[in-house]
Protein backbone atom coordinates (compact mmCIF):
# COMPACT_ATOMS: atom_id res chain seq x y z
CA UNK A 1 0.00 0.00 0.00
CA UNK A 2 2.79 2.49 1.24
CA UNK A 3 4.22 1.74 -2.48
CA UNK A 4 1.29 2.30 -4.39
CA UNK A 5 1.29 5.75 -2.50
CA UNK A 6 4.96 6.61 -3.36
CA UNK A 7 3.91 5.65 -6.88
CA UNK A 8 1.25 8.15 -6.62
CA UNK A 9 3.03 10.65 -5.56
CA UNK A 10 6.31 10.32 -8.02
CA UNK A 11 3.85 10.29 -11.07
CA UNK A 12 2.27 13.95 -9.95
CA UNK A 13 5.36 15.43 -8.97
CA UNK A 14 6.83 14.47 -12.41
CA UNK A 15 3.63 15.14 -14.51
CA UNK A 16 1.84 17.67 -12.97
CA UNK A 17 4.02 19.64 -10.81
CA UNK A 18 5.63 21.26 -13.09
CA UNK A 19 2.10 22.54 -14.93
CA UNK A 20 1.55 23.64 -11.36
CA UNK A 21 4.40 25.76 -11.43
CA UNK A 22 3.66 26.92 -14.90
CA UNK A 23 0.42 28.31 -13.45
CA UNK A 24 2.00 30.16 -10.75
CA UNK A 25 4.22 31.53 -13.29
CA UNK A 26 2.04 32.66 -15.58
CA UNK A 27 0.02 34.45 -12.35
CA UNK A 28 3.00 36.24 -10.82
CA UNK A 29 5.92 37.74 -12.87
CA UNK A 30 7.53 39.36 -9.98
CA UNK A 31 9.11 35.53 -8.90
CA UNK A 32 12.28 35.12 -8.45
CA UNK A 33 15.12 33.61 -6.98
CA UNK A 34 15.49 31.36 -4.76
CA UNK A 35 11.16 31.87 -3.65
CA UNK A 36 9.74 28.52 -3.44
CA UNK A 37 6.67 30.32 -3.76
CA UNK A 38 5.04 32.99 -5.57
CA UNK A 39 4.95 36.50 -3.20
CA UNK A 40 2.31 38.19 -4.77
CA UNK A 41 -0.19 37.26 -7.52
CA UNK A 42 -0.77 40.00 -10.49
CA UNK A 43 -2.41 39.85 -13.69
CA UNK A 44 0.40 41.29 -15.91
CA UNK A 45 0.23 38.86 -18.06
CA UNK A 46 -3.37 37.86 -18.57
CA UNK A 47 -3.37 41.65 -19.80
CA UNK A 48 -0.63 41.54 -22.09
CA UNK A 49 -1.73 38.37 -23.66
CA UNK A 50 -5.57 39.70 -24.05
CA UNK A 51 -3.84 42.66 -25.74
CA UNK A 52 -2.46 40.85 -28.26
CA UNK A 53 -5.87 38.32 -28.77
CA UNK A 54 -5.78 39.40 -32.80
CA UNK A 55 -2.19 38.27 -33.10
CA UNK A 56 -2.35 35.17 -31.06
CA UNK A 57 -5.45 33.92 -32.05
CA UNK A 58 -4.43 34.26 -35.81
CA UNK A 59 -1.65 31.85 -35.16
CA UNK A 60 -4.03 29.71 -33.24
CA UNK A 61 -6.17 29.45 -35.95
CA UNK A 62 -3.99 29.22 -38.71
CA UNK A 63 -2.30 26.09 -36.60
CA UNK A 64 -5.76 24.50 -35.78
CA UNK A 65 -5.90 25.07 -39.82
CA UNK A 66 -3.03 23.59 -41.28
CA UNK A 67 -3.34 20.66 -38.72
CA UNK A 68 -6.59 19.83 -39.40
CA UNK A 69 -6.78 19.42 -43.16
CA UNK A 70 -2.90 17.73 -42.33
CA UNK A 71 -5.09 15.02 -40.30
CA UNK A 72 -7.50 14.87 -43.08
CA UNK A 73 -5.01 14.75 -45.95
CA UNK A 74 -3.09 11.51 -44.29
CA UNK A 75 -7.03 9.60 -43.95
CA UNK A 76 -7.66 9.97 -47.79
CA UNK A 77 -3.95 9.41 -48.41
CA UNK A 78 -4.34 5.94 -45.90
CA UNK A 79 -7.63 4.76 -45.99
CA UNK A 80 -7.01 2.45 -49.39
CA UNK A 81 -3.77 1.72 -48.62
CA UNK A 82 -4.31 0.35 -45.17
CA UNK A 83 -7.33 -2.34 -46.48
CA UNK A 84 -4.49 -3.70 -49.17
CA UNK A 85 -1.96 -3.99 -46.43
CA UNK A 86 -4.17 -5.46 -43.93
CA UNK A 87 -6.70 -7.74 -46.89
CA UNK A 88 -4.14 -8.65 -49.53
CA UNK A 89 -0.77 -10.91 -49.72
CA UNK A 90 1.21 -9.80 -52.32
CA UNK A 91 5.10 -10.26 -53.49
CA UNK A 92 6.85 -7.16 -51.80
CA UNK A 93 4.59 -6.39 -49.36
CA UNK A 94 6.52 -6.31 -46.56
CA UNK A 95 9.02 -4.54 -48.20
CA UNK A 96 6.06 -1.92 -49.13
CA UNK A 97 5.30 -1.75 -45.82
CA UNK A 98 8.62 -1.08 -44.10
CA UNK A 99 9.39 1.40 -47.05
CA UNK A 100 6.16 3.13 -45.63
CA UNK A 101 7.13 4.10 -42.22
CA UNK A 102 10.51 5.47 -43.08
CA UNK A 103 9.20 8.93 -43.12
CA UNK A 104 8.47 8.76 -39.48
CA UNK A 105 11.87 6.91 -38.81
CA UNK A 106 14.56 8.92 -41.09
CA UNK A 107 15.03 12.27 -39.21
CA UNK A 108 12.87 14.83 -41.19
CA UNK A 109 14.91 17.17 -41.64
CA UNK A 110 16.91 15.03 -44.27
CA UNK A 111 13.99 15.08 -46.92
CA UNK A 112 12.36 18.56 -45.70
CA UNK A 113 15.30 20.36 -46.79
CA UNK A 114 16.09 19.06 -49.63
CA UNK A 115 12.48 19.55 -50.88
CA UNK A 116 12.49 23.43 -49.42
CA UNK A 117 14.41 23.76 -52.06
CA UNK A 118 11.80 22.07 -54.65
CA UNK A 119 9.00 24.01 -53.02
CA UNK A 120 10.68 27.28 -53.72
CA UNK A 121 10.59 26.53 -57.41
CA UNK A 122 6.98 25.49 -57.62
CA UNK A 123 5.69 28.26 -55.63
CA UNK A 124 4.78 26.04 -52.74
CA UNK A 125 6.92 27.52 -50.47
CA UNK A 126 5.96 30.20 -47.80
CA UNK A 127 2.64 28.85 -48.04
CA UNK A 128 0.04 26.66 -46.60
CA UNK A 129 0.14 23.61 -49.05
CA UNK A 130 3.81 23.65 -48.79
CA UNK A 131 3.67 23.20 -44.56
CA UNK A 132 0.57 21.11 -45.22
CA UNK A 133 2.56 18.59 -47.53
CA UNK A 134 5.62 18.26 -45.93
CA UNK A 135 3.30 17.67 -42.18
CA UNK A 136 1.39 15.01 -44.27
CA UNK A 137 4.71 13.01 -45.55
CA UNK A 138 5.87 13.43 -42.14
CA UNK A 139 3.08 11.74 -40.11
CA UNK A 140 1.11 10.08 -42.39
CA UNK A 141 2.69 6.92 -41.45
CA UNK A 142 0.68 6.96 -37.76
CA UNK A 143 -2.52 7.06 -39.48
CA UNK A 144 -1.31 3.87 -41.77
CA UNK A 145 -0.53 1.86 -38.60
CA UNK A 146 -3.79 2.71 -37.16
CA UNK A 147 -5.77 2.31 -39.83
CA UNK A 148 -3.68 -0.99 -40.35
CA UNK A 149 -4.72 -2.04 -37.24
CA UNK A 150 -8.62 -1.19 -37.58
CA UNK A 151 -8.68 -2.91 -40.38
CA UNK A 152 -6.99 -6.42 -38.82
CA UNK A 153 -9.78 -6.18 -36.23
CA UNK A 154 -12.49 -7.05 -38.24
CA UNK A 155 -12.95 -9.44 -41.04
CA UNK A 156 -13.43 -8.73 -44.42
CA UNK A 157 -16.86 -10.83 -44.49
CA UNK A 158 -18.28 -7.27 -43.12
CA UNK A 159 -17.71 -6.01 -46.69
CA UNK A 160 -18.40 -8.86 -48.50
CA UNK A 161 -21.86 -9.31 -47.06
CA UNK A 162 -22.31 -5.38 -47.68
CA UNK A 163 -21.53 -6.43 -51.29
CA UNK A 164 -23.63 -9.39 -51.49
CA UNK A 165 -26.47 -7.44 -50.62
CA UNK A 166 -25.68 -4.63 -53.62
CA UNK A 167 -23.92 -1.34 -51.75
CA UNK A 168 -21.32 0.28 -53.82
CA UNK A 169 -18.48 0.63 -53.53
CA UNK A 170 -19.10 4.72 -51.77
CA UNK A 171 -21.45 3.15 -49.48
CA UNK A 172 -19.44 0.30 -47.67
CA UNK A 173 -16.55 2.76 -47.61
CA UNK A 174 -19.61 5.38 -45.54
CA UNK A 175 -21.54 2.62 -44.00
CA UNK A 176 -19.48 -0.16 -43.03
CA UNK A 177 -15.94 0.87 -43.11
CA UNK A 178 -15.72 4.25 -41.61
CA UNK A 179 -18.19 3.53 -38.32
CA UNK A 180 -15.98 0.04 -37.77
CA UNK A 181 -12.58 2.14 -38.37
CA UNK A 182 -13.86 4.50 -36.45
CA UNK A 183 -11.70 4.23 -33.14
CA UNK A 184 -8.93 3.49 -35.12
CA UNK A 185 -9.09 7.00 -37.25
CA UNK A 186 -9.71 8.48 -33.81
CA UNK A 187 -6.43 7.38 -32.68
CA UNK A 188 -4.45 7.73 -35.68
CA UNK A 189 -5.88 11.59 -36.19
CA UNK A 190 -5.33 12.27 -32.79
CA UNK A 191 -1.32 11.49 -33.21
CA UNK A 192 -1.09 13.29 -36.46
CA UNK A 193 -2.68 16.10 -35.17
CA UNK A 194 -0.81 16.27 -32.17
CA UNK A 195 2.28 16.23 -34.04
CA UNK A 196 1.28 18.59 -37.03
CA UNK A 197 0.01 21.10 -34.21
CA UNK A 198 3.33 21.12 -32.20
CA UNK A 199 5.94 21.22 -34.32
CA UNK A 200 8.21 24.25 -34.83
CA UNK A 201 11.00 23.60 -37.40
CA UNK A 202 8.99 22.20 -40.38
CA UNK A 203 6.56 24.91 -39.95
CA UNK A 204 9.78 27.56 -39.47
CA UNK A 205 11.31 25.78 -42.64
CA UNK A 206 8.59 25.74 -45.07
CA UNK A 207 6.08 28.48 -44.23
CA UNK A 208 9.23 31.25 -43.93
CA UNK A 209 7.09 32.86 -41.41
CA UNK A 210 4.70 34.22 -43.63
CA UNK A 211 2.24 31.28 -43.01
CA UNK A 212 1.34 32.03 -38.85
CA UNK A 213 1.57 28.97 -36.21
CA UNK A 214 1.47 28.78 -32.64
CA UNK A 215 4.68 27.24 -31.91
CA UNK A 216 5.95 30.08 -34.14
CA UNK A 217 4.67 32.62 -31.98
CA UNK A 218 5.47 30.78 -28.76
CA UNK A 219 9.15 30.47 -29.42
CA UNK A 220 10.32 34.07 -29.24
CA UNK A 221 8.81 33.90 -25.23
CA UNK A 222 9.75 30.65 -24.79
CA UNK A 223 13.68 31.74 -25.52
CA UNK A 224 13.05 35.00 -23.85
CA UNK A 225 13.29 36.64 -20.18
CA UNK A 226 9.08 36.70 -19.90
CA UNK A 227 8.88 33.66 -18.16
CA UNK A 228 5.69 34.38 -16.96
CA UNK A 229 4.19 35.40 -20.21
CA UNK A 230 5.71 32.41 -22.09
CA UNK A 231 3.96 30.17 -19.57
CA UNK A 232 0.56 31.31 -19.83
CA UNK A 233 1.22 30.66 -23.54
CA UNK A 234 2.32 26.84 -22.92
CA UNK A 235 -0.87 26.75 -21.16
CA UNK A 236 -2.96 28.12 -23.53
CA UNK A 237 -1.17 25.57 -26.32
CA UNK A 238 -2.57 22.53 -23.45
CA UNK A 239 -5.57 23.97 -23.68
CA UNK A 240 -6.89 23.87 -27.26
CA UNK A 241 -6.21 20.13 -28.05
CA UNK A 242 -7.22 18.73 -24.80
CA UNK A 243 -10.28 20.69 -25.05
CA UNK A 244 -10.45 18.92 -28.40
CA UNK A 245 -10.18 15.49 -27.58
CA UNK A 246 -12.74 16.05 -24.76
CA UNK A 247 -15.27 17.24 -27.41
CA UNK A 248 -14.87 14.41 -30.08
CA UNK A 249 -15.03 11.95 -27.01
CA UNK A 250 -18.05 13.13 -26.02
CA UNK A 251 -19.48 13.42 -30.02
CA UNK A 252 -18.05 9.85 -30.24
CA UNK A 253 -19.60 8.47 -26.96
CA UNK A 254 -22.88 9.85 -28.28
CA UNK A 255 -22.77 8.76 -31.85
CA UNK A 256 -22.09 5.02 -30.89
CA UNK A 257 -25.06 4.73 -28.64
CA UNK A 258 -27.06 6.15 -31.37
CA UNK A 259 -26.06 3.41 -33.74
CA UNK A 260 -26.51 0.89 -31.10
CA UNK A 261 -22.26 0.08 -31.22
CA UNK A 262 -20.51 -0.81 -27.88
CA UNK A 263 -16.79 0.31 -27.46
CA UNK B 1 -7.12 -5.03 -64.98
CA UNK B 2 -4.63 -7.38 -63.34
CA UNK B 3 -5.26 -8.03 -59.76
CA UNK B 4 -1.79 -6.76 -59.40
CA UNK B 5 -2.62 -3.33 -61.23
CA UNK B 6 -5.41 -3.22 -58.95
CA UNK B 7 -3.15 -3.16 -55.92
CA UNK B 8 -1.04 -0.59 -57.03
CA UNK B 9 -3.96 1.54 -58.08
CA UNK B 10 -5.11 1.27 -54.57
CA UNK B 11 -2.01 1.48 -53.04
CA UNK B 12 -1.67 4.88 -55.53
CA UNK B 13 -3.07 7.24 -53.55
CA UNK B 14 0.35 6.67 -50.35
CA UNK B 15 2.45 5.64 -53.47
CA UNK B 16 2.19 9.01 -55.31
CA UNK B 17 2.63 11.60 -52.58
CA UNK B 18 5.80 9.20 -50.94
CA UNK B 19 7.36 9.65 -54.05
CA UNK B 20 6.83 13.11 -55.35
CA UNK B 21 7.63 14.66 -51.87
CA UNK B 22 9.70 12.09 -49.72
CA UNK B 23 11.47 10.55 -52.81
CA UNK B 24 12.23 13.41 -54.43
CA UNK B 25 13.55 15.36 -51.05
CA UNK B 26 15.82 13.09 -50.57
CA UNK B 27 16.95 13.17 -53.95
CA UNK B 28 17.36 16.83 -53.83
CA UNK B 29 19.21 16.57 -50.64
CA UNK B 30 21.90 14.12 -52.26
CA UNK B 31 22.07 16.31 -55.45
CA UNK B 32 22.76 19.49 -53.37
CA UNK B 33 25.45 17.75 -51.52
CA UNK B 34 27.14 17.02 -54.49
CA UNK B 35 26.67 20.74 -55.61
CA UNK B 36 24.16 19.58 -58.73
CA UNK B 37 20.95 21.31 -58.68
CA UNK B 38 22.30 24.59 -56.60
CA UNK B 39 20.88 28.59 -56.82
CA UNK B 40 24.01 29.51 -57.58
CA UNK B 41 26.61 27.56 -59.53
CA UNK B 42 29.00 25.13 -57.33
CA UNK B 43 32.74 25.68 -58.41
CA UNK B 44 33.67 22.44 -56.02
CA UNK B 45 34.16 19.18 -57.68
CA UNK B 46 31.63 16.52 -57.20
CA UNK B 47 32.26 15.13 -54.22
CA UNK B 48 34.36 18.06 -52.29
CA UNK B 49 31.60 18.43 -49.86
CA UNK B 50 32.51 15.60 -48.59
CA UNK B 51 36.05 15.62 -48.58
CA UNK B 52 35.75 19.10 -46.52
CA UNK B 53 33.55 17.93 -44.20
CA UNK B 54 35.17 14.37 -43.56
CA UNK B 55 38.59 16.38 -43.32
CA UNK B 56 36.81 19.26 -40.65
CA UNK B 57 36.79 17.25 -36.91
CA UNK B 58 33.64 19.38 -35.91
CA UNK B 59 31.49 16.83 -37.78
CA UNK B 60 32.99 14.02 -35.85
CA UNK B 61 32.82 15.83 -32.24
CA UNK B 62 29.10 16.62 -33.72
CA UNK B 63 28.08 13.38 -34.34
CA UNK B 64 29.62 11.77 -31.55
CA UNK B 65 27.85 14.60 -29.48
CA UNK B 66 24.25 13.51 -31.35
CA UNK B 67 24.53 9.73 -31.11
CA UNK B 68 25.55 10.34 -27.36
CA UNK B 69 22.58 11.98 -26.72
CA UNK B 70 20.37 9.78 -28.85
CA UNK B 71 21.37 7.03 -27.15
CA UNK B 72 21.18 7.71 -23.44
CA UNK B 73 17.66 9.41 -23.85
CA UNK B 74 16.67 6.88 -25.53
CA UNK B 75 17.77 3.99 -23.16
CA UNK B 76 16.63 5.91 -20.30
CA UNK B 77 12.96 6.61 -22.03
CA UNK B 78 12.44 3.05 -22.44
CA UNK B 79 13.65 1.97 -19.39
CA UNK B 80 11.59 4.44 -17.69
CA UNK B 81 8.89 3.95 -19.58
CA UNK B 82 8.47 0.18 -19.41
CA UNK B 83 9.73 0.48 -15.39
CA UNK B 84 6.70 2.90 -14.61
CA UNK B 85 3.91 1.23 -17.16
CA UNK B 86 4.97 -2.02 -15.46
CA UNK B 87 4.33 -1.03 -12.03
CA UNK B 88 1.03 1.15 -12.46
CA UNK B 89 -0.45 -2.20 -14.91
CA UNK B 90 0.04 -4.26 -11.29
CA UNK B 91 -2.21 -1.33 -9.47
CA UNK B 92 -5.69 -1.74 -8.25
CA UNK B 93 -7.61 -0.59 -11.73
CA UNK B 94 -8.89 2.21 -9.79
CA UNK B 95 -5.34 3.80 -9.37
CA UNK B 96 -4.17 2.84 -13.11
CA UNK B 97 -6.26 5.47 -14.16
CA UNK B 98 -3.83 7.92 -12.13
CA UNK B 99 -1.72 7.13 -15.43
CA UNK B 100 -3.81 9.86 -17.12
CA UNK B 101 -1.60 12.54 -15.67
CA UNK B 102 1.32 10.96 -18.08
CA UNK B 103 0.08 12.22 -21.16
CA UNK B 104 0.81 15.85 -20.18
CA UNK B 105 4.05 15.59 -22.08
CA UNK B 106 2.90 14.20 -24.90
CA UNK B 107 0.42 16.94 -25.65
CA UNK B 108 3.19 19.66 -25.16
CA UNK B 109 4.93 20.28 -28.07
CA UNK B 110 9.20 19.90 -27.83
CA UNK B 111 9.57 23.97 -27.18
CA UNK B 112 7.52 23.58 -24.25
CA UNK B 113 8.88 20.59 -22.74
CA UNK B 114 12.62 22.30 -23.40
CA UNK B 115 11.07 25.46 -21.77
CA UNK B 116 10.10 23.60 -18.61
CA UNK B 117 13.43 22.08 -18.12
CA UNK B 118 15.03 25.22 -18.53
CA UNK B 119 12.71 26.45 -15.59
CA UNK B 120 13.43 23.80 -13.67
CA UNK B 121 17.42 23.40 -14.39
CA UNK B 122 18.24 26.46 -14.80
CA UNK B 123 20.71 27.75 -12.46
CA UNK B 124 18.31 30.12 -11.24
CA UNK B 125 15.88 27.38 -11.98
CA UNK B 126 13.30 25.66 -9.53
CA UNK B 127 15.58 22.71 -8.44
CA UNK B 128 17.89 25.22 -7.43
CA UNK B 129 15.95 27.11 -5.38
CA UNK B 130 14.51 23.86 -3.62
CA UNK B 131 18.47 22.96 -2.88
CA UNK B 132 18.70 26.45 -1.81
CA UNK B 133 16.10 26.48 0.85
CA UNK B 134 17.17 22.90 1.98
CA UNK B 135 20.84 25.20 2.28
CA UNK B 136 22.60 22.81 0.12
CA UNK B 137 23.67 25.39 -2.39
CA UNK B 138 24.54 28.92 -0.95
CA UNK B 139 23.56 30.84 -3.95
CA UNK B 140 22.36 30.19 -8.16
CA UNK B 141 26.54 29.67 -8.93
CA UNK B 142 27.12 26.73 -6.88
CA UNK B 143 24.31 24.86 -8.62
CA UNK B 144 26.43 22.51 -11.47
CA UNK B 145 25.96 23.35 -14.66
CA UNK B 146 23.23 20.91 -15.52
CA UNK B 147 22.34 23.30 -19.14
CA UNK B 148 24.70 24.71 -21.60
CA UNK B 149 27.55 22.65 -19.76
CA UNK B 150 29.04 21.59 -22.60
CA UNK B 151 27.64 17.50 -21.56
CA UNK B 152 24.10 17.60 -23.51
CA UNK B 153 22.65 17.31 -20.40
CA UNK B 154 19.76 19.45 -21.00
CA UNK B 155 18.80 18.02 -23.91
CA UNK B 156 18.88 14.27 -22.68
CA UNK B 157 16.46 15.81 -19.87
CA UNK B 158 14.10 17.43 -21.86
CA UNK B 159 13.90 14.44 -24.57
CA UNK B 160 13.50 11.71 -21.38
CA UNK B 161 10.63 13.99 -20.51
CA UNK B 162 9.07 13.88 -23.45
CA UNK B 163 9.68 10.32 -24.72
CA UNK B 164 9.27 8.68 -21.58
CA UNK B 165 4.92 9.18 -22.28
CA UNK B 166 5.55 8.03 -25.41
CA UNK B 167 7.13 4.40 -24.01
CA UNK B 168 4.63 4.23 -21.84
CA UNK B 169 1.67 4.55 -24.26
CA UNK B 170 3.11 1.67 -26.34
CA UNK B 171 4.03 -0.81 -23.51
CA UNK B 172 0.58 -0.33 -21.87
CA UNK B 173 -1.21 -0.92 -24.89
CA UNK B 174 0.83 -4.31 -25.02
CA UNK B 175 0.61 -5.07 -21.35
CA UNK B 176 -3.42 -5.01 -21.88
CA UNK B 177 -3.13 -7.59 -23.93
CA UNK B 178 -1.46 -9.98 -21.34
CA UNK B 179 -2.15 -13.08 -19.60
CA UNK B 180 -2.20 -11.79 -15.52
CA UNK B 181 -2.17 -15.82 -15.07
CA UNK B 182 1.30 -16.11 -16.79
CA UNK B 183 2.96 -13.81 -13.32
CA UNK B 184 0.70 -16.06 -10.66
CA UNK B 185 1.63 -19.05 -12.18
CA UNK B 186 5.64 -18.04 -12.44
CA UNK B 187 5.31 -16.57 -8.89
CA UNK B 188 3.15 -20.38 -8.06
CA UNK B 189 6.41 -21.86 -8.51
CA UNK B 190 9.05 -19.87 -7.03
CA UNK B 191 9.84 -17.78 -9.18
CA UNK B 192 11.25 -13.88 -7.30
CA UNK B 193 9.30 -10.79 -8.35
CA UNK B 194 12.45 -9.96 -10.56
CA UNK B 195 12.94 -13.31 -11.80
CA UNK B 196 9.20 -13.13 -13.31
CA UNK B 197 9.61 -9.57 -14.66
CA UNK B 198 12.95 -10.55 -16.14
CA UNK B 199 12.12 -13.56 -17.75
CA UNK B 200 8.46 -13.77 -18.28
CA UNK B 201 7.36 -10.20 -18.32
CA UNK B 202 10.27 -8.19 -20.26
CA UNK B 203 10.48 -10.88 -23.31
CA UNK B 204 6.99 -10.45 -24.09
CA UNK B 205 7.37 -7.00 -24.42
CA UNK B 206 10.29 -6.66 -26.39
CA UNK B 207 9.11 -6.60 -29.65
CA UNK B 208 7.19 -2.81 -28.52
CA UNK B 209 10.68 -2.28 -26.34
CA UNK B 210 12.61 -2.58 -29.98
CA UNK B 211 10.05 -0.55 -31.77
CA UNK B 212 10.17 2.39 -29.31
CA UNK B 213 14.05 2.40 -28.70
CA UNK B 214 14.83 2.55 -32.60
CA UNK B 215 12.23 5.68 -32.84
CA UNK B 216 13.04 7.16 -29.97
CA UNK B 217 16.79 7.01 -30.98
CA UNK B 218 15.99 8.03 -34.72
CA UNK B 219 14.27 10.82 -33.89
CA UNK B 220 16.59 12.62 -31.03
CA UNK B 221 19.31 12.04 -33.16
CA UNK B 222 17.84 14.23 -36.24
CA UNK B 223 15.55 16.27 -34.02
CA UNK B 224 15.54 20.26 -34.01
CA UNK B 225 13.50 21.79 -31.72
CA UNK B 226 14.95 20.77 -28.43
CA UNK B 227 19.04 21.09 -29.27
CA UNK B 228 17.79 24.42 -30.97
CA UNK B 229 16.47 26.05 -28.00
CA UNK B 230 18.02 24.62 -24.71
CA UNK B 231 21.69 22.93 -26.92
CA UNK B 232 24.64 24.21 -26.77
CA UNK B 233 26.59 25.88 -29.44
CA UNK B 234 30.06 23.78 -28.98
CA UNK B 235 29.57 20.52 -29.46
CA UNK B 236 26.00 20.71 -31.10
CA UNK B 237 24.03 18.19 -32.71
CA UNK B 238 24.37 17.79 -36.62
CA UNK B 239 20.80 19.55 -36.91
CA UNK B 240 21.86 22.38 -35.40
CA UNK B 241 25.10 22.58 -37.20
CA UNK B 242 22.67 21.97 -40.64
CA UNK B 243 21.07 24.88 -39.49
CA UNK B 244 23.74 26.78 -38.89
CA UNK B 245 25.44 26.24 -42.57
CA UNK B 246 22.14 26.19 -44.35
CA UNK B 247 20.80 29.44 -42.91
CA UNK B 248 23.04 31.71 -41.56
CA UNK B 249 26.44 31.21 -43.78
CA UNK B 250 27.15 32.03 -47.73
CA UNK B 251 25.22 29.50 -50.08
CA UNK B 252 28.61 27.87 -50.92
CA UNK B 253 28.08 26.06 -47.54
CA UNK B 254 25.22 24.48 -48.96
CA UNK B 255 26.26 21.63 -50.14
CA UNK B 256 28.22 20.82 -47.21
CA UNK B 257 24.95 21.26 -44.93
CA UNK B 258 23.50 18.67 -47.83
CA UNK B 259 26.64 16.34 -47.18
CA UNK B 260 25.55 16.37 -43.37
CA UNK B 261 21.81 15.50 -43.99
CA UNK B 262 22.82 12.78 -46.13
CA UNK B 263 25.41 11.08 -44.31
CA UNK B 264 22.30 11.51 -41.43
CA UNK B 265 19.70 10.09 -43.68
CA UNK B 266 22.46 7.52 -44.71
CA UNK B 267 23.08 5.94 -41.01
CA UNK B 268 19.59 5.72 -40.04
CA UNK B 269 18.64 3.20 -42.37
CA UNK B 270 21.76 1.22 -41.74
CA UNK B 271 20.78 1.25 -38.14
CA UNK B 272 17.24 0.60 -38.56
CA UNK B 273 18.28 -2.52 -41.22
CA UNK B 274 21.26 -3.52 -38.61
CA UNK B 275 19.25 -3.08 -34.97
CA UNK B 276 16.18 -4.84 -36.63
CA UNK B 277 18.00 -7.66 -37.61
CA UNK B 278 19.93 -7.65 -34.20
CA UNK B 279 16.42 -7.95 -32.43
CA UNK B 280 15.32 -10.54 -34.70
CA UNK B 281 17.96 -12.85 -33.50
CA UNK B 282 17.66 -12.16 -29.84
CA UNK B 283 14.20 -12.70 -30.01
CA UNK B 284 14.51 -15.96 -31.58
CA UNK B 285 16.84 -16.50 -28.69
CA UNK B 286 14.20 -15.72 -26.10
CA UNK B 287 11.85 -17.73 -28.19
CA UNK B 288 13.71 -20.98 -27.54
CA UNK B 289 13.96 -20.69 -23.69
Redesign the interface.
Known amino acids: MTK?IV??IL??A???F??V??FF?ALSPGWR????WPTALRLDSLRYVASQRAKLSLSLLSSFQYSLITVLCTF??????A??FAR?E?RGKRI?ESL?L??????????????H??FIKIGAADRLIGIV??L??FS?PYM?RSLVAGFLAYGAEYDLCARNLGASLLMRVFRVDIPLLLPSIVAGSTVVF?VA?????LVFLIGGGTVPSY?GY??PF??SSE?SI??LL?II??VI??SLFFTIDRVLEHAYHRWGMTT | MTSRSVILLKLSPLLVPFTVIFTTGVFLTILQSLGLFMPIPFEGRLFSSYAALFRGSWFYVNLGFSLYCAFVSAVLSVVLGTFLSYVIWRLPPGMQKLSVVSKVPLILPHIAVAFIVLMFFARTGYVSSVLNHLGMIESSSDFPAILFGGNGLGIILAYVYKETPFVMLLVTFMLKKYDHRQIETARMLGATKRTTFFRIVLPFLLPVINTSFIILFLYSFGAFDIPFMIGESHPSMLSIQVYNLYFKRDLINRPQAMAILVVMFAFSLVFIYLYSRIAQRIDIRFRKI
Open positions: NLSLILFVPLVLYYPDLCMCLLPSVVFLAAPALVPAITFSVGIYFAVTIYLLFSEYFTLFLNRASTFMPI
